[in-house]
């Protein structure tokens, strides 16, 4: 008996060294990611307090923007990284990733009212025409835009608005009543509803800001109901010109480059791009505090100020709950239109008949080399182009698409993994094609694949995050349009991951519910014990 226990001792000591090999180069691993993540949040020795500081600096821009298009050729040698948003440049540069942001200067100036760790360089980077964007061949329309923002800006409207919105101080804002036309074709307008003052979203989830409420005053001389369209600022240009939308009022600049490609409107605001940088010698706060005037919060008083701030203020919680309740209605379509286009899908690349096996070959190779993004505003700005259909419709579309491809790889790999003489035998004993798959290959085939299929659901619902570039309002975008107005890089993102990860966790559990049911093993054990 000394043997075997020498054995098990010698094999139980070759485990433990070699879990300690594991371990240790596990441990050196993030060491050395922590080095290089160290490395690059470095920031630079020099304060930035003219233009020409920032030379070699790490610039943040948003993508799409003129800023971007500015900082290119005014900082050549500069590190520029483009962000989907400017408020991820703003959490950026107050996580010290960042040396500076260039934004428009209202947005800006805004952000430094909110964060005193933040300031403004003085010099302005370039002067900008702000107008409204139409299709080039929408004459009629641009012709009324410009004789509307004319009567605006003779009776002083203009101008009026400008003192409203653009303040210096953080006074509440106050936008007036505009009745909307009670009659008229629907005139939908495009923003991005994450850029305040220029356009935002209140405590009642309305789109206002200084171009929600000049969109609203467009609409009413133009006699027509304002339906707006909120989406990444990014996706303006292309929701505009494939006709999603009629125009784009959101603090767009009038440029060379844009003109190629839309027509824009006489110039209603003079606006200039601003560089944001860190105040010299001050820390970098959650809660937007300077350290030289202000004592620090403790851990508890930040979260519940992050907890008023962002969840109870104005209502902002709704905008979750408005959010998750859209991201689970895409998943769960989602996965259901794709786990039924997948099985057409599989039992196409499984048809004797070549051009079939062919055709499904190519979707499922296209499908899978495509980025689901990229999928997403082909089917809603192309393939929907001149059709009036839900964002969330498309959604579901292309996400399904996208999971189908995948699902019948999945559903391919475990009905050949099934032993052929099994379907064979089933056919001797009488039993059709379609009895013999129905009764002995499918039930196998499901237990077999659903642990790979879970991982490919999970995908799917992380997937669903993307969806604001079509103008929905998901749970990302629900927490894009608080960081918005709370500046609170850390809280909304943390909150968000936690509610993707219970969405995946109670939509996994019930996948294992279907898992068990579906083992022959754990139905036996059940029928013993009962």
Same mark, same amino acid.
């Given at each position: 008996m000394r043997?075997?226990?020498?054995?098990?001792?010698?094999?139980?000591?070759?485990?433990?060294? &070699?879990?300690? &090999?594991?371990?240790?180069?596990?441990?050196?691993?993030?060491?050395?990611?922590?080095?290089?993540?160290?490395?690059?949040c470095q920031r630079t020795d020099a304060p930035i307090t003219t233009l020409d500081d920032a030379a070699t600096a790490r610039i943040g821009v948003m993508a799409g923007s003129s800023g971007e298009q500015i900082v290119l050729e005014r900082f050549p040698k500069a590190d520029i990284k483009t962000f989907d948003d400017v408020m991820d440049a703003v959490a950026a540069i107050r996580a010290g990733q960042l040396d500076a942001v260039v934004t428009a200067f #209202?947005?800006?100036?805004?952000?430094?009212?909110?964060?005193? %760790?933040?300031?403004?360089?003085?010099? #302005?980077?370039?002067?900008?025409?702000?107008?409204?964007?139409?299709?080039?061949? %929408?004459?009629?329309?641009?012709?009324?835009?410009?004789?509307?923002?004319?009567?605006? &800006?003779? %009776?002083?409207?203009?101008?009026?608005m400008k003192t409203r919105w653009f303040k210096p101080d953080l006074s509440p804002y106050n936008e007036p009543d505009i009745p909307p036309s009670p009659t008229g074709e629907p005139l939908t307008i495009g923003v991005s509803a994450t850029r305040e003052p220029f356009s935002f979203v209140d405590g009642d989830g309305r789109i206002t800001g200084h171009d929600g409420e000049l969109a609203r005053r467009l609409g009413a001389l133009l006699h027509r109901p304002v339906v707006f369209a909120n989406s990444k600022f990014m996706a303006l240009i292309p929701a505009l010109q494939s006709g999603k939308i009629d125009m784009v009022v959101t603090g767009m600049s009038d440029t060379p480059e844009r003109r190629k490609r839309v027509a824009f409107s006489t110039t209603y605001y003079e606006n200039a791009q601003r560089m944001m940088v860190s105040k010299p010698g001050g820390a970098t706060g959650a809660l937007g505090l300077d350290a030289n005037n202000a004592a620090a919060p403790s851990w508890l008083e930040g979260i519940g100020a992050s907890i008023q701030s962002n969840l109870i203020q104005e209502q902002r919680y709704l905008l979750l709950l408005d959010g998750l309740q859209t991201t689970v209605l895409i998943a769960l379509l989602s996965t259901l239109f794709g786990t039924l286009l997948g099985a057409l899908v599989c039992a196409l690349r499984m048809s004797e008949h070549r051009l079939l096996s062919r055709v499904a070959m190519g979707y499922i190779a296209v499908l899978r080399g495509t980025p689901v993004v990229v999928l997403l505003m082909l089917v809603f700005?192309?393939?929907?182009?001149?059709?009036?259909?839900s964002p969330v419709v498309v959604a579901v579309l292309a996400f399904g698409?996208?999971?189908?491809?995948?699902?019948?790889?999945?559903?391919?790999? *475990?009905?050949? *993994?099934?032993?052929?003489?099994?379907?064979?035998?089933?056919?001797?004993?009488?039993?059709?094609?379609?009895?013999?798959?129905?009764?002995?290959?499918? #039930?196998?085939?499901?237990?077999?694949v659903l642990p790979v299929y879970k991982g490919e659901f999970i995908s799917l619902v992380k997937m669903t995050s993307i969806v604001g570039y079509i103008?929905?309002?998901?749970?990302?975008?629900?927490?894009?349009?608080?960081?918005?107005?709370?500046?609170?890089?850390?809280?909304?993102?943390?909150?968000?991951?936690?509610?993707?990860?219970?969405?995946?966790?109670?939509?996994? &559990?019930?996948l294992d519910a279907l898992e068990r049911r579906t083992d022959p093993r754990q139905r036996r054990q059940a029928r013993s014990t009962a």
């Amino acid at each position: 008996m000394r043997e075997p226990v020498m054995g098990r001792q010698d094999a139980a000591r070759r485990r433990a060294t &070699r879990a300690g &090999r594991f371990v240790r180069l596990m441990g050196g691993v993030m060491s050395g990611l922590l080095a290089l993540a160290a490395a690059g949040c470095q920031r630079t020795d020099a304060p930035i307090t003219t233009l020409d500081d920032a030379a070699t600096a790490r610039i943040g821009v948003m993508a799409g923007s003129s800023g971007e298009q500015i900082v290119l050729e005014r900082f050549p040698k500069a590190d520029i990284k483009t962000f989907d948003d400017v408020m991820d440049a703003v959490a950026a540069i107050r996580a010290g990733q960042l040396d500076a942001v260039v934004t428009a200067f #209202p947005g800006a100036l805004q952000v430094t009212k909110k964060n005193l %760790d933040l300031t403004l360089v003085a010099e #302005p980077l370039t002067a900008e025409n702000t107008a409204v964007a139409v299709r080039p061949g %929408d004459t009629a329309l641009l012709a009324a835009v410009n004789v509307a923002l004319d009567s605006l &800006r003779r %009776d002083g409207t203009l101008s009026a608005m400008k003192t409203r919105w653009f303040k210096p101080d953080l006074s509440p804002y106050n936008e007036p009543d505009i009745p909307p036309s009670p009659t008229g074709e629907p005139l939908t307008i495009g923003v991005s509803a994450t850029r305040e003052p220029f356009s935002f979203v209140d405590g009642d989830g309305r789109i206002t800001g200084h171009d929600g409420e000049l969109a609203r005053r467009l609409g009413a001389l133009l006699h027509r109901p304002v339906v707006f369209a909120n989406s990444k600022f990014m996706a303006l240009i292309p929701a505009l010109q494939s006709g999603k939308i009629d125009m784009v009022v959101t603090g767009m600049s009038d440029t060379p480059e844009r003109r190629k490609r839309v027509a824009f409107s006489t110039t209603y605001y003079e606006n200039a791009q601003r560089m944001m940088v860190s105040k010299p010698g001050g820390a970098t706060g959650a809660l937007g505090l300077d350290a030289n005037n202000a004592a620090a919060p403790s851990w508890l008083e930040g979260i519940g100020a992050s907890i008023q701030s962002n969840l109870i203020q104005e209502q902002r919680y709704l905008l979750l709950l408005d959010g998750l309740q859209t991201t689970v209605l895409i998943a769960l379509l989602s996965t259901l239109f794709g786990t039924l286009l997948g099985a057409l899908v599989c039992a196409l690349r499984m048809s004797e008949h070549r051009l079939l096996s062919r055709v499904a070959m190519g979707y499922i190779a296209v499908l899978r080399g495509t980025p689901v993004v990229v999928l997403l505003m082909l089917v809603f700005y192309v393939v929907f182009a001149s059709v009036n259909i839900s964002p969330v419709v498309v959604a579901v579309l292309a996400f399904g698409m996208n999971f189908a491809a995948y699902v019948a790889e999945i559903f391919r790999t *475990g009905i050949e *993994g099934i032993d052929r003489g099994q379907t064979e035998a089933g056919l001797s004993m009488g039993f059709t094609k379609v009895a013999t798959f129905t009764h002995i290959v499918l #039930p196998q085939t499901v237990q077999r694949v659903l642990p790979v299929y879970k991982g490919e659901f999970i995908s799917l619902v992380k997937m669903t995050s993307i969806v604001g570039y079509i103008a929905v309002q998901d749970l990302t975008k629900a927490s894009d349009i608080i960081r918005s107005r709370t500046f609170d890089a850390f809280f909304p993102l943390v909150l968000v991951a936690i509610l993707y990860f219970l969405i995946a966790w109670v939509l996994t &559990r019930a996948l294992d519910a279907l898992e068990r049911r579906t083992d022959p093993r754990q139905r036996r054990q059940a029928r013993s014990t009962a």
